[in-house]
């Protein structure tokens, strides 16, 4: 997978410290500061390979706590799966005690089944994290990626070059992690007085 | 609601004793009646109202345990009706502790966005059931209107009449609670060894 000319200059823009993005992407905000220890879960479920991310927004810049996969492979249940998926959160909210979860609010699905088997995944994961008492907030991916690129129609491996830029994280994360973090990551810049599009409640 | 003069007829036939109905619904075969303490959880998930229906296989009729309807006014968020699915259902299972789950299979939903929230509905429902250790097996809704009330298009208010005979309830069941009354039946005809469509795991 590439990525475009125009991401790759969005992208530069972005990195090179241009006028448009000479502050730090998360800069906190008033209210982001009186609040700068918070802990944010992203996730990106989906039946096979549900992406997670746990974010800590501090000074000078957000730390990633825990981020990866919830495999589940081919060869298993459906049901087997999305009890993974439940289990797999619960211990990571015990772990890490995020205070508020993002997930991607308006999607597409090709077809009904595919639209059946991604809301089950939502929902096991959902579940999970509204029982621990956090909540939720629903991100459209368009944001999520002009939130971390600047660009709506951004491909994974920029998302993923950023997130990895933003956390300073040795390696490029995996595509379903990075997708999870930038959830997390663009959440907490919608927390910024200045935000246009609040994350809506779910 | 009303019956149709067809299904009037059929109910009719099914309640009368006729050649077709002559041995009871839910007779035992040779299979049955070597688990014959199986209980069996029917469900029926939706965002505002799942049904739940627990029976035990017994003789010489089939018998509810519980069955009921886990509601969530209208103006509760999303996650909230989902955490509280999980968690009712969590509270039947240590209640009653079925073995098996019976769940609708292949079903008609409107457009995408009903099948995502339909889907995260199951996925909530399905999590709490399969982390419990309960085997999930998928009926398909025309199946249990055949197992039910003998033909696959029979309206709600036929199968919860049938299903009221069957487990001889005083009152009617309410719908919800009846399809998941009504699922968990025929689930158990369909472990009959002459069964011709198994279940379906998931």
Redesign the interface.
Known sequence: MGITPQEYKQLQNRLSGSRRTAAPVLAPSASASARSTVIILGIDPSLRGTGYGIIRVEKPAPRALAYGKIHCPEGW????C??N???TLRELLKQHNPGVCAIEGLFF?QN?QT?????????????????AGIE?YEVAPRKVKQAIVGYGAAQKIAVAKMVQRMLRLVDLPEPDAADALALALSYSQGQGRYSLSQPK??
Chains 1, 2 share one sequence.
């Open positions: 249940q459906r049901s087997r999305l009890a998926i439940s289990q699905a009904l639209a059946l088997i991604m809301g089950e995944a939502r929902g096991a994961a959902l579940a999970a994290i509204a029982e939720i409640r779910v």
